[in-house]
């Protein structure tokens, strides 16, 4: 059975630190993209980032970029989304999604995706 599982996620302070991890069963992600997507409440679910198959490739929202980094163990078929200097607006729903491709560019285009974790929550509060 196809599954992603994403971990992780809690209640920190604003500046703090969490890492979220997405593990994939049932199959490889040798040959797949890897997005993490959020959603807040009464918030339309976007893309976060999003790396290549061969991890040479990565992609931030601006809203994240210099805070957060993602990366991926391939031995481990895991991938992980570092987040730091969390914000309170960084509070959301934190979902990683799989979609077969090894091209060189990746997409937080949530449509492109294949499939996709239940979601970890992720609280940013003091």
């Known amino acids: 059975q196809v599954q992603l599982v994403e971990s992780g996620g809690g209640l920190v302070q604003p500046g703090g630190s969490l890492r979220l991890s ?11 993209a890897i997005g993490w997507f959020r959603q807040a409440p009464g918030k339309e679910r976007e ?25 991926r163990d391939n031995a481990k078929n895991t991938v992980y989304l570092q987040m730091n200097s969390l ?19 990746c997409s937080v285009s949530e449509f492109s995706y294949d499939y996709w974790g239940q979601g970890t929550q992720v609280t940013v509060s003091s």
Do not use: M
């Open 87 to 105: 914000k309170p607006e960084d509070t959301a729903v934190y979902y990683c999604a799989a979609k077969r491709s090894t091209d060189y560019y």
């Open 47 to 71: 893309g976060v980032s999003c790396i290549n198959s061969r991890a040479i490739r990565q992609y931030y929202v601006e809203s994240v970029k210099g805070r957060f980094t993602i990366s």
């Open 22 to 32: 997405c593990a994939a069963s049932g199959f490889t992600l040798d040959y797949y």
